[in-house]
């Protein structure tokens, strides 16, 4: 029985010991989770990344230390020492209170991890945002250019039609006035052929009353020796 009685007493201070170093553990945590809520620039981002692997470090340590108190916890009830009861009973009190100030802790980190996961991804979508509204004005931009430079050329070639146009203009009337010229010649020669041929038919018949009289003188003659 008294050996029963101190091996029930060597495991209440085991659970004891073990629960001070989870509390010791806890304690730590809770530091170094005030520290990351309180690391929040971005300036300060470095310092934040090595408290996170702190932070993660410490998780882990206390998932061993926490297993190991459960272990020896239903290791003692198991014993069904009733002596040690009322103090075992006062350790799975205390375990549960240093479990809640853990999950205390990590549920401010994890509040405080999507917050800012969600402020990252809120500015990237701005980042983005941001960039494609870069890109349209700039393919805007591009475009504007293009439809210039079209415009340009478009009246560069109504410029270039136009004075074909008036240079096409400039030939005709060249032409016609050669045209002009070349009739305005060619009438002065018709009408001197008009007169000629006017002053001929006057000769002819002026030729004509000629031989008309000569020949009636010479009737009158025949006339006259018979």
Not at 32 to 48: D, E, F, G, P
Not at 77 to 98: H, I
Not at 140 to 158: A, P
Not at 168 to 192: C, F, P, R, W
Request: glycine residues 4%.
């Amino acid at each position: 029985v008294g050996s029963v009685a101190v091996s029930s007493s060597s495991s209440i201070t085991q659970i004891s010991e073990a629960l001070l170093q989870y509390q010791r553990n806890v304690g730590i945590l809770e530091k170094i989770a005030q520290q990351l809520l309180t690391t929040t620039s971005v300036t300060k981002q470095m310092q934040r990344d090595e408290l996170e692997q702190q932070y993660n470090v410490q998780l882990d340590v206390l998932r061993q230390l926490e297993q190991r108190v459960k272990d020896l916890i239903v290791a003692q009830r198991k014993q069904g020492n009733m002596a040690n009861n009322q103090a075992l009973t006062k350790l799975e009190r205390d375990f549960e209170r240093v479990q809640g100030l853990a999950h205390s802790a990590k549920a401010k980190v994890s509040r405080q991890q999507k917050q800012i996961q969600q402020r990252g991804v809120t500015a990237a979508l701005e980042e983005n945002a941001a960039a494609n509204a870069l890109q349209i004005e700039q393919e805007r931009f591009q475009l504007q250019l293009q439809q210039d430079k079209l415009q340009e050329e478009i009246m560069r070639e109504r410029e270039e039609e136009i004075r074909n146009i008036n240079k096409g203009m400039h030939t005709v009337n060249e032409i016609y006035k050669d045209l002009a010229h070349i009739v305005g010649s060619q009438q002065e020669q018709i009408d001197q052929i008009e007169n000629q041929m006017e002053d001929a038919r006057n000769n002819a018949e002026a030729g004509l009353v000629q031989v008309q009289k000569a020949n009636d003188r010479h009737n009158n003659s025949n006339c006259t020796i018979s």
